[in-house]
């Protein structure tokens, strides 16, 4: 069957010489779901851009019903039926759901007035098509982000797109949230149209596709039916060996409490409640993973823990000494800290990598000081990177190379390595996974526990339930900045705390 | 650096080029204009003193902008810095007469001192209230000017002067030249060694140039990016202050009106021009007083008048901005095509994209 969509022999160049794309050849059929999956940086986002028209490729040609194209910007994309639902959802939160649907493609009347009737009427038709449960004037800013990511995707279809691209839909979805949206996926392709899957959720993939294009490091390592595929075979491509992550967590006793936080509340500058009364203590030798729906406190017990933000209510000790109301620095000397935010609060994309490692150190470490405190002493700075580099075996071409031209994996690496190398009683680790393939979720995780052997107390936060459960030995759910669960991770399922992310409650069962 | 090398002089020739057009366009003998203008500034023992010495304000109000906009402290406050520093200047030279060892560093640190005072108003200002120093520095700007013209119109008057100025400082004050070449320029050698010391070895300055890229990391990091901030303004508004202090003590050895004249508005533009680079600073703040100083000779034996000067420094601005974004673009892409050729010849397969980029 010749396939709707060939790609041959693409290649990309980001400059100076990342090569994300490295002759890639790949057809997508017509009416199939049809997965890429790989590691981060494994170019497979970059070859979807290029064939939507986001990014120019420096080789390669495209062919769409065996014609060759050439979009030159997504709307030419869409033009030819071809859709792409990012990552982060694009929409305007004051309007409404068909507002959003029919923005840039309104329906007029004369004098080119939007005829409001006749727009909610033909997003009505489309909800109903595809029988997608949505409510055409609810506000795009109230609706959950499963509705938004369905809005995204009504988009493309009121522009009568007949290839859907999805880049990592189930990211930003709850667990229960996942099976509708596969659902109505799976009433799409029986529909007629193509949809391109780019995940790199093992499970999900074989739930849900028909083919299965595996990318490693720019190049496609190969396709293949999902029916006659498994998790392991499609790892094995995806890292080039054999990874499967299975908790490593050895049973242990905790001991005595390091961080205690009593009574923590947050209101924000509006007056929003944000943390209400939290009660929390993390023994030496314990992990405890907090899970909850992203904006329920989370970033707001981090950020109050660590001083970037002032509770209105509460206290938080650790090891004894209370800290809410000291300085960052002195926190420092106390609290490891990986932010979910590498670009923005881990790190200095411009800086060097040295300038990287060295930092909190710098005033910590009476090592770095020459000259009572005012010199830096670079010499030891640069022992200190190399040793760093050798501890958590970063790949770096050079100790002053920015910081931004380390992969994702290996920032995240010398972030976690400058953290941990402080040696703090107390590691506050903000989802320290978030966004790295597979080898380095592993390498992330084989750290964590090997600082719960050295006896420190870590505080995990993540969206990812499958990592809670694989390291932590106690689960708290936050909900709507409430404390609602406090359950050891033997004695629960992942359905339950899903549940509870989402009820704030129990099952009644 | 060798990239920056590289794009700066192509920006400069470009620069020349376009000045060039912009001069046959108005009637004018380009080849003739540039011989003139560069032989008034560069080629002989004095113009080369000239060009020296009017560079002082140029790089060390540069040089202040530089430190500030890379810590991220937006003082724009270099010109009120410096005629406040001017004006301290004065005023111990007038009322101290010491040796020349002892009067000359006391009117240097009265220099810097007035400028403190007056980076150190803004400091406060957001400190205290919050108030941005983006614009807090630029309204401190008017008030010095306003200040220092009451001041040398009333209280410090020369009498017998007929325009606004003060009486000379104490001869001993006055900096001495040594062949036409000024002392002002070690004192600049000298805070720009300062400068790139403190910026690029002590532990301030690491925190001053990771505040100044990324604050919240910085101040996850345990920096305390607000007394950071403080030290910043304080150190640039010296700097500024310095510069004032040196044109008093070099030049007309009084505060006469209009003494501030553009310097610090230029040193801004070279700090941006130089993408706040200490070395960069140093560099192009001797280059554009190279362009000033030759203006008046090019004026004096062609008839082009020292406007077109003017016309070219806003030419450079231009293009160096430009062009080191595109340069460096264009230099990136040319890798990344190379490469990407080597990977098809090496696969054996596939032809170029109907689309260039761009």
């Given at each position: 069957?010749?396939?709707?969509?060939?790609?041959?022999?693409?290649?990309?160049?980001?400059?100076?010489?990342?090569?994300?794309?490295?002759?890639?050849?790949?057809?997508?059929?017509?009416?199939?779901i049809?997965?890429?999956?790989?590691?981060?940086?494994?170019?497979?986002?970059?070859?979807?851009?290029?064939?939507?028209?986001?990014?120019?490729?420096?080789?390669?040609?495209?062919?769409?019903?065996?014609?060759?194209?050439?979009?030159?910007?997504?709307?030419?994309?869409?033009?030819?039926?071809?859709?792409?639902?990012?990552?982060?959802?694009?929409?305007?939160?004051?309007?409404?759901?068909?507002?959003?649907?029919?923005?840039?493609?309104?329906?007029?009347?004369?004098?080119?007035?939007?005829?409001?009737?006749?727009?909610?009427?033909?997003?009505?038709?489309?909800i109903e098509e595809f029988s997608f449960s949505l409510?055409?004037?609810?506000?795009?800013?109230?609706?959950s982000?499963a509705a938004?990511q369905k809005?995204?995707i009504l988009?493309?279809l009121?522009?009568?797109?007949?290839?859907l691209?999805l880049?990592?839909p189930t990211?930003?979805l709850t667990p229960q949230e996942i099976p509708q949206l596969f659902g109505e996926l799976g009433r799409l392709r029986d529909n007629?149209h193509?949809i391109?899957f780019?995940?790199?959720?093992?499970?999900e993939v074989?739930r849900l596709t028909d083919?299965?294009?595996?990318?490693?490091?720019?190049?496609?390592?190969?396709?293949?039916?999902?029916?006659?595929?498994?998790?392991?075979?499609?790892?094995?491509?995806?890292?080039?060996?054999?990874?499967?992550?299975?908790?490593?967590?050895?049973?242990?006793?905790?001991?005595?409490?390091?961080?205690?936080?009593?009574?923590?509340?947050?209101?924000?500058?509006?007056?929003?409640?944000?943390?209400?009364?939290?009660?929390?203590?993390?023994?030496?030798?314990?992990?405890?993973?907090?899970?909850?729906?992203?904006?329920?406190?989370?970033?707001?017990?981090?950020?109050?823990?660590?001083?970037?933000?002032?509770?209105?209510?509460?206290?938080?000790?650790?090891?004894?000494?209370?800290?809410?109301?000291?300085?960052?620095?002195?926190?420092?000397?106390?609290?490891?800290?990986?932010?979910?935010?590498?670009?923005?609060?881990?790190?200095?994309?411009?800086?060097?990598?040295?300038?990287?490692?060295?930092?909190?150190?710098?005033?910590?470490?009476?090592?770095?000081?020459?000259?009572?405190?005012?010199?830096?002493?670079?010499?030891?700075?640069?022992?200190?990177?190399?040793?760093?580099?050798?501890?958590?075996?970063?790949?770096?071409?050079?100790?002053?190379?920015?910081?931004?031209?380390?992969?994702?994996?290996?920032?995240?690496?010398?972030?976690?390595?400058?953290?941990?190398?402080?040696?703090?009683?107390?590691?506050?680790?903000?989802?320290?996974?978030?966004?790295?393939?597979?080898?380095?979720?592993?390498?992330?995780?084989?750290?964590?526990?090997?600082?719960?052997?050295?006896?420190?107390?870590?505080?995990?936060?993540?969206?990812?339930?499958?990592?809670?459960?694989?390291?932590?030995?106690?689960?708290?759910?936050?909900?709507?900045?409430?404390?609602?669960?406090?359950?050891?991770?033997?004695?629960?399922?992942?359905?339950?705390?899903?549940?509870?992310?989402?009820?704030?409650?129990?099952?009644?069962? | 650096?060798?990239?920056?090398?590289?794009?700066?002089?192509?920006?400069?020739?470009?620069?020349?080029?376009?000045?060039?057009?912009?001069?046959?366009?108005?009637?004018?003998?380009?080849?003739?204009?540039?011989?003139?203008?560069?032989?008034?500034?560069?080629?002989?023992?004095?113009?080369?003193?000239?060009?020296?010495?009017?560079?002082?304000?140029?790089?060390?109000?540069?040089?202040?902008?530089?430190?500030?906009?890379?810590?991220?402290?937006?003082?724009?406050?270099?010109?009120?810095?410096?005629?406040?520093?001017?004006?301290?200047?004065?005023?111990?030279?007038?009322?101290?007469?010491?040796?020349?060892?002892?009067?000359?560093?006391?009117?240097?640190?009265?220099?810097?001192?007035?400028?403190?005072?007056?980076?150190?108003?803004?400091?406060?200002?957001?400190?205290?209230?919050?108030?941005?120093?983006?614009?807090?520095?630029?309204?401190?700007?008017?008030?010095?000017?306003?200040?220092?013209?009451?001041?040398?119109?009333?209280?410090?008057?020369?009498?017998?002067?007929?325009?606004?100025?003060?009486?000379?400082?104490?001869?001993?004050?006055?900096?001495?030249?040594?062949?036409?070449?000024?002392?002002?320029?070690?004192?600049?050698?000298?805070?720009?060694?300062?400068?790139?010391?403190?910026?690029?070895?002590?532990?301030?300055?690491?925190?001053?140039?990771?505040?100044?890229?990324?604050?919240?990391?910085?101040?996850?990091?345990?920096?305390?990016?607000?007394?950071?901030?403080?030290?910043?303004?304080?150190?640039?508004?010296?700097?500024?202050?310095?510069?004032?202090?040196?044109?008093?003590?070099?030049?007309?050895?009084?505060?006469?009106?209009?003494?501030?004249?553009?310097?610090?508005?230029?040193?801004?533009?070279?700090?941006?021009?130089?993408?706040?680079?200490?070395?960069?600073?140093?560099?192009?703040?001797?280059?554009?007083?190279?362009?000033?100083?030759?203006?008046?000779?090019?004026?004096?034996?062609?008839?082009?008048?020292?406007?077109?000067?003017?016309?070219?420094?806003?030419?450079?601005?231009?293009?160096?901005?430009?062009?080191?974004?595109?340069?460096?673009?264009?230099?990136?892409?040319?890798?990344?095509?190379?490469?990407?050729?080597?990977?098809?010849?090496?696969?054996?397969?596939?032809?170029?994209?109907?689309?260039?980029?761009?």
């Open positions: 069957m010749d396939p709707l969509i060939r790609l041959e022999h693409i290649v990309k160049v980001y400059p100076p010489n990342v090569v994300a794309v490295d002759d890639v050849s790949v057809g997508f059929r017509r009416g199939e049809h997965a890429v999956v790989g590691e981060n940086g494994a170019g497979k986002s970059t070859l979807m851009k290029i064939l939507y028209g986001l990014v120019p490729r420096d080789a390669g040609r495209i062919f769409l019903d065996s014609r060759a194209v050439s979009f030159r910007r997504p709307a030419e994309a869409i033009a030819n039926g071809i859709g792409m639902v990012h990552q982060e959802i694009l929409l305007v939160p004051e309007y409404t759901v068909w507002q959003n649907i029919v923005l840039g493609q309104e329906p007029t009347r004369w004098l080119g007035r939007t005829d409001v009737a006749r727009a909610r009427k033909l997003v009505r038709q489309k409510d055409t004037d609810a506000r795009v800013g109230d609706i982000v938004r809005v995204e988009k493309l009121y522009r009568n797109v007949s290839v691209i880049d990592e990211a930003v007629g193509t391109i780019i995940s790199h959720r093992l499970d074989l083919r299965i294009t595996v990318m490693r490091r720019g190049k496609v390592v190969g396709t293949v039916q999902t029916a006659g595929t498994g998790k392991e075979e499609l790892a094995r491509m995806m890292v080039g060996r054999d990874v499967v992550l299975t908790s490593r967590r050895a049973p242990r006793q905790p001991g005595p409490p390091v961080c205690e936080i009593s009574g923590l509340s947050y209101a924000d500058p509006e007056g929003r409640r944000r943390l209400a009364d939290i009660d929390l203590t993390v023994h030496a030798g314990e992990i405890v993973g907090v899970a909850g729906v992203e904006g329920n406190g989370q970033l707001e017990l981090v950020n109050a823990i660590i001083g970037l933000i002032q509770p209105t209510a509460g206290q938080v000790f650790v090891k004894g000494l209370e800290v809410t109301g000291l300085p960052i620095l002195a926190r420092r000397s106390l609290i490891s800290f990986v932010s979910q935010d590498r670009a923005r609060m881990g790190a200095s994309l411009g800086a060097s990598i040295m300038e990287n490692v060295i930092m909190t150190h710098h005033r910590l470490d009476a090592h770095f000081s020459q000259w009572k405190g005012l010199l830096l002493n670079y010499p030891f700075a640069r022992r200190f990177t190399d040793e760093l580099e050798r501890k958590f075996s970063v790949s770096m071409a050079s100790r002053l190379a920015p910081f931004s031209s380390l992969s994702g994996g290996n920032q995240q690496k010398v972030i976690l390595g400058r953290e941990l190398l402080l040696e703090s009683p107390f590691v506050l680790l903000d989802q320290p996974t978030r966004g790295l393939d597979v080898g380095s979720i592993e390498y992330v995780h084989g750290q964590i526990l090997r600082i719960r052997e050295e006896n420190r107390a870590i505080l995990l936060v993540s969206a990812d339930l499958e990592e809670l459960f694989l390291i932590a030995d106690r689960i708290v759910v936050l909900h709507r900045g409430e404390l609602v669960a406090d359950l050891p991770v033997e004695k629960t399922t992942m359905e339950e705390v899903g549940y509870r992310m989402l009820e704030g409650r129990a099952r009644a069962s | 650096m060798r990239r920056k090398t590289l794009t700066g002089a192509a920006g400069i020739v470009i620069a020349l080029v376009i000045g060039a057009l912009i001069m046959m366009a108005e009637g004018f003998h380009p080849l003739a204009t540039y011989q003139a203008l560069f032989q008034f500034s560069l080629f002989g023992l004095s113009p080369l003193a000239t060009t020296i010495r009017n560079s002082v304000p140029l790089v060390l109000t540069g040089l202040s902008a530089s430190i500030a906009f890379a810590s991220g402290a937006v003082n724009l406050g270099q010109p009120g810095q410096l005629v406040m520093g001017a004006l301290c200047a004065t005023a111990a030279g007038l009322v101290l007469n010491l040796p020349a060892g002892l009067e000359i560093p006391a009117l240097v640190i009265t220099a810097m001192a007035g400028g403190v005072l007056w980076s150190g108003c803004a400091a406060f200002l957001r400190r205290a209230f919050g108030m941005s120093e983006f614009i807090v520095t630029l309204m401190l700007n008017m008030i010095a000017d306003f200040f220092t013209a009451w001041v040398i119109a009333f209280p410090l008057l020369d009498p017998h002067a007929y325009s606004p100025m003060t009486r000379a400082i104490s001869r001993s004050g006055w900096l001495p030249d040594f062949g036409g070449f000024s002392t002002t320029i070690l004192f600049m050698l000298a805070a720009a060694a300062v400068s790139w010391f403190v910026f690029q070895r002590w532990k301030a300055g690491y925190e001053w140039r990771l505040s100044g890229q990324n604050s919240l990391f910085a101040r996850l990091g345990g920096c305390d990016i607000d007394r950071n901030f403080v030290a910043v303004m304080l150190f640039t508004g010296a700097l500024a202050g310095l510069a004032g202090g040196l044109v008093v003590m070099a030049g007309p050895h009084r505060f006469i009106k209009g003494l501030g004249g553009n310097y610090a508005w230029d040193g801004v533009m070279i700090a941006i021009v130089a993408n706040n680079g200490l070395v960069g600073t140093l560099l192009y703040g001797l280059f554009f007083s190279s362009v000033q100083t030759g203006a008046l000779g090019m004026e004096l034996i062609t008839n082009v008048p020292s406007e077109i000067s003017e016309v070219l420094q806003a030419v450079l601005v231009l293009v160096i901005v430009a062009g080191r974004k595109y340069l460096g673009a264009a230099l990136d892409r040319l890798e990344a095509r190379r490469r990407a050729s080597e990977r098809r010849a090496a696969a054996g397969g596939g032809q170029a994209g109907g689309r260039a980029a761009p």
